[in-house]
């Protein structure tokens, strides 16, 4: 065991060429695309059709592109980064909120239901939103709620696989002894979710909320089909819409406003990500290593 | 997310909705579709002085110059103008729109081959119940026969895009190829070009649905005939053969670039001659112009190749024009609208912006005729491109579930074209994918 443990420490892995490599290619599969992006924000239109793709063009135009980005066709850019961060704040909030509660309660409350909530849930796990995307818009058109803000945060709402992870992570942080003494103290069962059991889910519920933001600011199918008024859209669709029109009859190509208007769109995500990364990790990890 | 998989997602909102809508249309009055409706103009006039609100869709660039000037001659009406996406996008939202009862604009932008879809679902009016059939004369024929469907009349016809021959002169010149008149000369001169250069290419082509329906309405082929449910596909017709023949070539001997249309790789090949030439309609030459700065003084424009070199003929390709929804609570204000859109007022503005027209006066009005383009070295391009608009190879239509067919083109057809082998196994395999949807969406299909 020793000799063993002098070669192959779980401290300091024996290094792996191969892997190196392997990591190698797939950090240059992953940085290149956003290197590409990066340096083409910086071209006009005109270089970007006409310069390699990997290279700086004749003009830094990074600034009037931001500039242009969020002047052009009225300011609407502007608008839809608003929506976005609506939906974001609003959507993904309460589903992180719902999840919370709701995967705390099953995780630790015995009642009837239970196991067909379970059911339920592993089955909405298995059904991609986009398969219920149509179902959804004839729903919301009954309503009249399609075309509206809440044609988007609705839905968003829900999230089946944020409910599981809090789900499992509750019935592994929160232990019930430390619910019990709770009780005994004299503790209500609101104050022990705020005070106590929010404290040890936390880096579950950054998690959750983690995957919630992405996928709202991501959204694209289901605001494609709800909303027609442009006024209403998220970046994903408004930015789609800008890049369609380089196509067809009348075609009109921004395409220097389409890539600068995705770098924007990146960013705040890429800030979410660096800020909340160590939750993120400690979230993933938990329940890896039986205490 | 990928062109393919986004317009297969699309593909899938359009079948779901465009089924339910055909039950709907069979089971149910509401759904009255192909008619042949007579009536006059005075509803139309009528409301046009009452006034009042209406909503329209479209993403021409002339649209909000149009809805502005509309406005302004008519301070009672008020028109919201919205951009609800481009092509598929805005089919999509449609026809949820049309699905879900309500949603839907009063007036939306159609394209040719997207019309009979709608027309034969029963969501549009028949503007033949206020007098519009009066207006066949006005229009070229064949824009006129897209905007009738089963006898009734679905819109009025906006742009028309008569193919012809764009071409890069300084790279024909440098590589001494003459303009060819035939398709043959076509294929002679893409292997003399990739021969002489193998940076270039004749022209670009990966497999595109419009450009190749557009080829086989040029070859005189007529491979989707409707007739009330009853659909007949043939793209191994006369016409279709005759086109594949020629197309193999390029495809087999890779002959055309792989760059995909309307990317920016593809506008970037337009302006350093890397693609030699465009068969496309005649609405290019606005994108080319404010598009292809590059390519500025090197365009130049000739008829469309034809296969015996001698009668010229030639297809329509892109366009279309405005229709009234059957959920418009105000059809005849709507109406009135089209009508000033695309036989009135509204069509000065669609020509500044750069758009060529379906209207016979303009067509053929010496101030549009006896242009010189700058951007074309000072061609009077226009004299090409209207002596193109009355060429087209007359009865050509479109599928009822054409939008459904485009977006599906690229898993068969589109196979053949990546494997650089024969056309026809993957207009085979196109024919057999729309012989399915069709009778699984309640259509009776059969082939030649």
């Known amino acids: 065991m020793s000799t063993v443990a002098t070669t192959h420490s779980p401290l300091r892995p024996r290094k792996s060429r191969v892997l190196t490599a392997v990591m190698a290619v797939y950090l240059l599969y992953t940085l290149v695309p956003l290197v590409w992006l990066l340096i083409s924000a910086t071209k006009t239109q005109q270089d970007l059709l006409s310069t390699s793709g990997l290279a700086f063009g004749g003009t830094f135009a990074l600034l009037d592109n931001i500039a242009e980005t969020f002047s052009h066709d009225g300011g609407i850019f502007l608008r839809w980064l608003g929506n976005t961060l609506l939906y974001v704040v609003v959507g993904a909030g309460g589903a992180t909120a719902l999840a919370t509660a709701a995967g705390y309660g099953l995780a630790k409350y015995r009642f009837r239901g239970r196991r067909a909530v379970f059911a339920v849930l592993l089955g909405a796990i298995a059904i991609p939103g986009t398969a219920l995307a149509v179902p959804t818009f004839l729903m919301f058109s009954n309503l009249g709620l399609t075309n509206t803000p809440w044609a988007i945060i609705i839905p968003s709402l829900v999230s089946p696989f944020g409910l599981y992870l809090v789900w499992t992570y509750a019935v592994e942080a929160v232990p019930d002894e430390l619910l019990e003494a709770a009780r005994i103290d004299g503790a209500g069962e609101l104050r022990i979710f705020f005070t106590v059991t929010l404290r040890l889910l936390l880096p579950g519920v950054v998690t959750v909320a983690l995957f919630a933001v992405v996928s709202t600011w991501n959204n694209y199918f289901l605001p494609l089909i709800m909303l027609s008024e442009p006024d209403w859209y998220p970046l994903t669709v408004g930015l789609n819409q800008w890049s369609a029109q380089a196509s067809g009859v009348g075609a009109q190509p921004i395409y220097h406003l389409v890539i600068t208007g995705a770098v924007i769109t990146i960013v705040p995500l890429v800030i979410a990500f660096l800020l909340l990364q160590r939750f993120w990790q400690s979230g993933l990890t938990a329940g890896s290593v039986k205490q | ?448």
Not at chain 2, 99 to 105: C, I, M, W, Y
Not at chain 2, 124 to 135: I, P, R
Not at chain 2, 140 to 169: E, H, I, R
Not at chain 2, 194 to 205: G, R
């Open chain 2, 1 to 448: 997310m990928s062109p393919t998989r986004r317009s297969r997602q699309v593909a899938i909102v359009l079948a779901t909705a465009l089924a339910t809508a055909l039950s709907a249309c069979s089971s149910g009055d509401s759904g009255t579709a192909p008619g042949g409706a007579t009536g006059t103009q005075d509803a139309v006039d009528a409301a046009l002085r009452e006034g009042g609100e209406i909503t329209y869709w479209s993403w021409t660039p002339s649209a909000k110059a149009q809805v502005e000037a509309f406005q302004q001659e008519f301070p009672n009406v008020k028109v919201n103008h919205v951009n609800a996406g481009t092509g598929n996008d805005h089919y999509t939202k449609l026809q949820n729109a049309i699905k879900a009862g309500s949603g839907a604009p009063d007036v939306a932008q159609i394209e040719y081959q997207a019309l009979p879809q709608f027309a034969m679902t029963g969501a549009l009016v028949d503007l033949g119940q206020y007098g519009f059939t009066a207006f066949e004369d006005d229009y070229t024929p064949s824009t006129w026969n897209s905007v009738k469907v089963g006898g009734g009349l679905f819109g009025l016809p906006q742009d028309s895009g008569p193919m012809a021959l764009f071409y890069n002169k300084e790279v024909f010149d440098r590589h001494g190829l003459t303009v060819p008149k035939t398709w043959d000369e076509y294929v002679e001169a893409a292997r003399k070009l990739h021969a002489a250069d193998p940076t270039k290419y004749i022209t670009s082509d990966t497999g595109d649905a419009g450009f190749a329906t557009s080829m086989i309405w040029q070859a005189g082929g007529k491979p989707f005939t409707t007739d009330g449910k009853n659909v007949k596909i043939d793209l191994q017709d006369e016409g279709s053969r005759k086109w594949t023949a020629t197309w193999d070539a390029l495809v087999e001997e890779k002959l055309v670039s792989t760059i995909p249309g309307w990317s920016d790789a593809w506008y970037k090949a337009l302006g350093d001659g890397t693609i030699a030439t465009l068969a496309t309609g005649a609405w290019m030459p606005g994108v080319l112009e404010s598009s292809v700065p590059g390519g500025a003084g090197k365009w130049a424009v000739a008829p469309l190749p034809t296969y015996d070199g001698k009668t010229p003929v030639t297809a329509e390709n892109g366009g279309g024009g405005q229709s009234v929804l059957k959920q418009s609570a105000k059809p005849a204000l709507a109406a009135a609208f089209v009508r000033w859109l695309n036989n009135g007022n509204g069509v000065k503005p669609f020509l500044d912006s750069g758009g060529f027209p379906a209207t016979k006066a303009d067509l053929e009005s010496s101030a549009f005729k006896d242009e010189a383009a700058p951007y074309f070295g000072g061609q009077q391009i226009n004299q090409v491109l209207t002596a193109a608009a009355g060429q087209v190879v007359p009865g050509w239509s479109y599928l009822p579930y054409q939008l459904y067919a485009n977006s599906i083109f690229g898993d068969t057809v589109g196979k053949s074209y990546a494997d650089s082998t024969g056309l026809d196994p993957g207009l085979t395999a196109w024919q057999q994918a729309l012989v399915d949807y069709g009778n699984q969406q309640g259509f009776t299909v059969t082939t030649g």
